[in-house]
């Protein structure tokens, strides 16, 4: 089991930066996959961005270019920097922690934090 404490939302203006932390209550060393959803007024969650145990990113179509997913499993914490921001990236960004174990077979188990508020608007 892990706790995820997000961090680092509020209020910022077009094409401004924010960069998002997402703080486990437990080494993230062997954490398969963790990452940043969204949920924007009146939308389903959506895949914002995943980083794996090995460093491997995805990204959502939308951020290309604008968002960088990463992990310093020394602190425990996976970040997401924000550039460019626009106001359709407001939302209730979540962090995720993907977590595999073995119990007789391969199960996974999705951890989730809190959420924390961006809003972009001038």
């Known amino acids: 089991q892990v706790q995820l404490v997000e961090s680092g939302g509020g209020l910022v203006q077009p094409g401004g930066s924010l960069r998002l932390s997402c703080a486990a209550s437990?080494?993230?060393?062997?954490?398969?996959?963790m990452g940043w959803y969204r949920q924007g007024p009146g939308k389903e969650r959506e895949l914002v961005a995943t980083?794996?145990?090995?460093?491997?990113?995805n990204y959502a179509d939308s951020v290309k270019g604008r968002f960088t997913i990463s992990r310093d499993n020394a602190k425990n914490t996976v970040y997401l920097q924000m550039n460019s921001l626009k106001p359709e990236d407001t939302a209730v960004y979540y962090c995720?922690?993907?977590?595999?174990?073995?119990?007789?077979?391969?199960?996974?188990?999705?951890?989730w934090g809190q959420g924390t508020q961006v809003t972009v608007s001038s």
């Open positions: 980083i794996t145990k090995g460093s491997t990113t």
């Open positions: 437990r080494s993230i060393d062997s954490i398969n996959r």
């Open positions: 995720v922690a993907e977590v595999t174990y073995f119990s007789g077979a391969y199960h996974t188990n999705d951890y």
